[in-house]
């Protein structure tokens, strides 16, 4: 049974920095795209960042609003998945999923999604 758990999520002040952490159980994880995404208060669920396997490539990839500011990495010997978040903005505020991706689909936008954890507040105050 595939897992996600995300973890690290809190109250940051707007020019603060979090890292978000997503601990996988249930397949081999080094084997698929990984990533986060983000739902505001009555809104859509956007992409925020993935992470590639190696066998592609092990590259990140970054929504326009985060590039420069936050960074995917992963640890495959321990099944995790972390987004540091820096130089953090009011509109960062929201809940923080993690996904893995379908075998061999890049995990770019939520119909690439297979699994998903419950998701972690992040709230940033100005």
């Known amino acids: 049974q595939v897992q996600l758990v995300e973890s690290g999520g809190g109250l940051v002040q707007a020019g603060g920095s979090l890292r978000l952490s997503c601990a996988a159980s249930?397949?081999?994880?080094?084997?698929?795209?990984m990533g986060w995404f983000r739902q505001a208060p009555g809104k859509e669920r956007d992409f925020v960042a993935a992470i590639a396997p190696s066998w592609s490539g092990g590259g990140g990839y970054y929504a326009d609003s985060v590039k420069g500011r936050f960074s995917i990495s992963r640890d495959s010997t321990r099944d995790t998945v972390y987004l540091q978040m820096n130089d953090m903005k009011p509109e960062d505020t929201a809940v923080y999923y993690c996904?893995?991706?379908?075998?061999?689909?890049?995990?770019?936008?939520?119909?690439?999604?297979?699994?998903w954890g419950r998701g972690t507040q992040v709230t940033v105050s100005s």
């Open positions: 249930g397949r081999t994880f080094r084997n698929y795209y």
């Open positions: 996904a893995t991706g379908r075998f061999g689909t890049a995990l770019l936008t939520i119909d690439a999604a297979d699994y």
